[in-house]
T-cell receptor, first 116, second 114 residues
Framework: QKEVEQDPGPLSVPEGAIVSLNCTYS??????FMWYRQYSRKGPELLMY????GNKEDGRFTAQVDKSSKYISLFIRDSQPSDSATYLC????????????????FGQGTILTVHP | NAGVTQTPKFQVLKTGQSMTLQCAQD?????MSWYRQDPGMGLRLIHY???????DQGEVPNGYNVSRSTTEDFPLRLLSAAPSQTSVYFC?????????????FGPGTRLTVL
């Protein structure tokens, strides 16, 4: 079983829709949670990060973390065609040592297409 | 700032050949790492470095070597390429490894091993 499972999609939504992207994880040592956006043929770029349960908003994006259920979500409001990308959840263990030092554990990614 | 740069963008190798993937950053970041991205697998850590002269293995290090002689550069060497190393390789850097230390990724190198 993978440590981080992400809904694989792909997702195709009309412009203006609310998008929900989800990941579950099995390792309760994960404490830092991130969402990366990756445009086609580009490297991932950090969209949001959080290290506490609850919601964090940034414009049209809301990151939600539920540590008791080991579940994180990213919501995109009023989705735009420019949001079309692969979204990757990632998480990290603070102060991890050995081969886990600084390591981000990624979900498989969800391909999102927002059509006009 | 150019950020994180990677060369080449594309490469085709034959089984058994060796090559070096280049990575450079101009942000004076201490922490650098290499990931590979495969369909359905997300990104997996190959090797990382916490500063010049210090490297260590990540999750999938076999078949790869790294060195870090300067803060700016972190090359990844494939010793004897195998088809299983066909992947997209990303280099990343960050100031540190705390929660607020964003990892910046390069544009990637697409490698095909025949």
């Amino acid at each position: 079983q993978k440590e981080v499972e992400q809904d694989p999609g792909p997702l195709s939504v009309p412009e203006g829709a609310i998008v929900s992207l989800n990941c579950t994880y099995s390792n309760s040592a994960f404490q830092y949670f991130m969402w990366y956006r990756q445009y086609s043929r580009k490297g991932p770029e950090l969209l949001m990060y959080t290290y506490s349960s609850g919601n964090k908003e940034d414009g049209r994006f809301t990151a939600q973390v539920d540590k008791s259920s080991k579940y994180i979500s990213l919501f995109i409001r009023d989705s735009q065609p420019s949001d079309s990308a692969t979204y990757l959840c990632a998480m990290r263990i603070p102060n991890a040592g050995g081969t886990s030092y600084g390591k981000l554990t990624f979900g498989q990614g969800t391909i999102l297409t927002v059509h006009p | 700032n150019a950020g994180v740069t990677q060369t080449p963008k594309f490469q085709v190798l034959k089984t058994g050949q060796s090559m070096t993937l280049q990575c450079a950053q101009d942000m004076n970041h201490e922490y650098m790492s290499w990931y590979r991205q495969d369909p359905g697998m997300g990104l997996r850590l190959i090797h990382y470095s916490v500063g010049a002269g210090i490297t260590d293995q990540g999750e999938v290090p076999n078949g790869y070597n790294v060195s870090r002689s300067t803060t700016e550069d972190f090359p990844l060497r494939l010793l004897s390429a195998a088809p299983s190393q066909t992947s997209v390789y990303f280099c990343a850097s960050s100031r540190g490894t705390g929660a607020s230390n964003e990892q910046f990724f390069g544009p990637g190198t697409r490698l095909t091993v025949l």
